[in-house]
């Protein structure tokens, strides 16, 4: 199983809404990841998580709150966000940084915010 | 700052071409290289990955080389169909398992 799960697949939120993506992983991976990616850009880090502790956050703004609640869980929690955040955000997984990590991508979330 | 480039932006050819996408990074301290497809809209797809030891990785009508030292790594596509047709990224893995894109190639394969 190869495969990155992520929930919902589409999401419309207005700008005082609170909401949360969700994504799971079965393959054992105990790095995740959080991207974003605007129309015809290529994806922009977010969070890293390892072994379940953030290891990286690419200055992102506070309106974005990651939680890893399990090895095999990352959520992404959306608060007071703007209209410039709507984007695909994708999650994916992999192991620990060695030369043979293979990242695996989830189909993403394309997030609308009204 | 890693930054990874990729050339050409946007490549139109008919089926049939055998065709060549080029990345090339600006920092060799990289764990490994990966190649990924991604259709309108959708996730990314792995195609091929690179460790920063090999030179080279094949996979069906897919052919990808690394040169680490001078930062470069080519996509070969043989005998390329209307179904290849998406965007196509090459990614770098760093430090702290950090995965940096390229700027990404349209590719078009027209019947």
């Known amino acids: 199983d190869t495969e990155v799960t992520q929930t919902p697949k589409h999401l419309v939120m207005g700008m005082t809404n609170k909401k949360s993506l969700k994504c799971e992983q079965h393959?054992?991976?105990?790095?995740m990841y959080w991207y974003k990616q605007k129309a015809k850009k290529p994806p922009e880090l977010m969070f890293v998580?390892?072994?379940?502790?953030?290891?990286i956050n690419e200055s992102v703004p506070s309106r974005f709150s990651p939680e890893c609640p399990n090895s095999s869980l990352l959520n992404l929690h959306l608060h007071a966000l703007q209209p410039e955040d709507s984007a695909l955000y994708l999650c994916?997984?992999?192991?620990?940084?060695?030369?043979?990590?293979?990242?695996?991508f989830g189909q993403g979330t394309r997030l609308t915010v009204v | 700052k890693q930054e990874v480039t990729q050339i050409p932006a946007a490549l139109s050819v008919p089926e049939g071409e055998n065709l060549v996408l080029n990345c090339s990074f600006t920092?060799?301290?990289?764990?490994?290289l990966q190649w990924f497809r991604q259709d309108p809209g959708k996730g990314l797809t792995s195609l091929l990955l690179?460790?920063?030891?090999?030179r080279e990785q094949t996979s069906g009508r897919l052919n990808a080389s690394l040169d680490k030292s001078s930062g470069r790594s080519t996509l070969y596509i043989a005998a390329s169909q209307p179904g290849d047709s998406a965007t196509y990224l090459c990614?770098?893995?760093?430090?702290?398992?950090?995965?940096?894109f390229g700027t990404g190639t349209q590719l078009k394969v027209e019947l």
């Open positions: 994916a997984s992999s192991q620990e940084g060695t030369a043979n990590t293979e990242a695996f």
């Open positions: 393959m054992g991976h105990r790095a």
């Open positions: 998580y390892s072994y379940e502790k953030l290891s």
């Open positions: 920092d060799s301290a990289i764990y490994n």
């Open positions: 690179i460790q920063s030891s090999q």
């Open positions: 990614a770098v893995t760093g430090g702290g398992n950090k995965l940096t």
